[in-house]
């Protein structure tokens, strides 16, 4: 298929998290991402995860674009210096432009809102929208309550086999790299378009 990966939406909170990992393992993810030339789509806000993969990527040289609301960015997160922030006029909008302007996702430990965009794109590919890769970055062992969560809709009828989205798992940042930057095999993967 030979698809090359050029632009990432990442998702995460706008929270910090009580582990130091999270925000270690996001300033890696806005570095490598800069370092190997791969466009961060991210929500915009200056604060928490947010705001560390989105500085760290700025800091290495990296491409940066940020999606946000006028209430997000006027109550809870307003932008980083240096960056272009398009404004949309609600979460739906700007799910969508994320998703437009992305080749892959990249979902880092985050809360309600994390959760609800990556659903989203799950929901996108098991209706059959949408072939681009999910990487979901397992720090600290942070997403493998949604594994079992996974599973468990699977095993009573709900969902499909987890195997037949295209989602991966990664526990670290140079893994996560590394597999953007083997992107082919992930596309070859999908079944949805």
Request: glycine share 10%.
């Amino acid at each position: 298929m030979n698809k090359k990966i050029k632009s990432v939406a990442v998702y995460c909170g706008h929270q910090s998290g009580n582990n130091p990992e999270y925000i270690r393992d996001a300033k890696k993810v806005g570095e490598l991402l800069a370092r190997n030339k791969m466009t961060l789509v991210f929500g915009g806000g200056n604060v928490g995860l947010m705001g560390a993969v989105a500085s760290a990527a700025l800091e290495n040289g990296g491409e940066v674009i940020g999606i946000s609301t006028t209430h997000v960015l006027s109550l809870q997160e307003p932008a980083i210096d240096g960056i272009q922030v398009k404004v949309v006029d609600g979460l739906s909008t700007r799910k969508q432009e994320m998703y437009d302007l992305s080749d892959a996702f990249v979902i880092l430990p985050g809360g309600m809102g994390t959760l609800d965009e990556f659903t989203d794109i799950m929901t996108k590919q098991q209706v059959g929208e949408s072939c681009k890769p999910i990487f979901m970055m397992n720090t600290a062992k942070y997403w493998e309550f949604f594994g079992a969560v996974m599973t468990h809709m699977q095993d009573e009828g709900f969902i499909p086999h987890p195997e037949d989205y295209n989602i991966h798992i990664v526990n670290s940042p140079e893994e996560l790299i590394k597999d953007l930057n083997d992107s082919d095999r992930f596309f070859a993967k999908c079944k949805a378009i």
